[in-house]
Nanobody, 119 residues
Framework: AQLAESGGGLVQPGGSLRLSCAASGDIYYIHGVGWYRQSPGKQRELVARITNKNNTYYGDSVKGRFTISRDYAKNTVDLQMASLKDEDTATYYC??????????????WGQGTQVTVSS
């Protein structure tokens, strides 16, 4: 299986962006999915996750501004980001826990998409 991310870019403070991540390939079932981010010199941190029971979890810094959603039919997970701040600037990574048709369960990461918030 592989993940393809899209939607990053440059946005002004207060603006919005939507990230999308699509999984393809050998997929039997997708368990939890999420978005993480990493800035230079910092550790990768959780932005948002959604379980296969649709329970959602958000990092404290994005609560109330970001919304995660998933489409089980399309194997996608989206991140709607609003009221963006300079400190949201980072590389954002999609994460999906995928079970293949062969029964292998593994964690997959996207290649990362850059989000830059700047005036």
């Amino acid at each position: 299986a592989q993940l393809a991310e899209s939607g990053g870019g440059l946005v002004q403070p207060g603006g919005s962006l939507r990230l999308s991540c699509a999984a393809s390939g050998d997929i039997y079932y997708i368990h939890g999915v999420g978005w993480y981010r990493q800035s230079p010199g910092k550790q990768r941190e959780l932005v948002a996750r959604i379980t296969n029971k649709n329970n959602t979890y958000y990092g404290d810094s994005v609560k109330g501004r970001f919304t995660i959603s998933r489409d089980y039919a399309k194997n996608t997970v989206d991140l709607q980001m609003a009221s963006l701040k300079d400190e949201d600037t980072a590389t954002y990574y999609c994460n999906q826990n995928i079970q293949t048709n062969g029964g292998v369960y593994a964690e997959y990461w996207g290649q990362g998409t850059q989000v830059t918030v700047s005036s």
